[in-house]
């Protein structure tokens, strides 16, 4: 994808701080950024841009669809690169650890649901909340409580 030729038939300049952005979630290790993580992280560039911009700049793109914005409870909205492939989530509820995951079975049967009660499925989102395997080790067995955010 020519992401400067993308932006302009978009209506959007294609400038550095923008292309930086768009950098970022292809190079980031986390595939979910919020606007605070690419704030911090272009602040580390030295590239001066204002929070405000910074999440105005990834509602353009989302609106764009360039990138996808989620919404996890318990969790500011993050946004993800649109790849134009479906997937699912695994979150951690207490260090906010995000995974994708697909899974056969579950989009099958998700469609046979569907089906059943009449519905025609044009878009779906699954997010499965719970202790991702640091945390879960972390939990007493014995309390049986929750472990606490550092």
Sequence with gaps: MDIPQELRKLGLKATLPRLRILQLFQESK??????DDVYRLLHEEQI???LATVYRVLMQFADARILIRRHFEGVASVFELNEGSHHDHLICTNCGRMEEFLDADIESRQEAVARERNFVLHEHSLSLYGFCGECAGAVNPLAGRKPRRP
């Design 30 to 35: 986390s595939k979910h950024l919020n606007a």
């Design 48 to 50: 001066d841009m204002g």
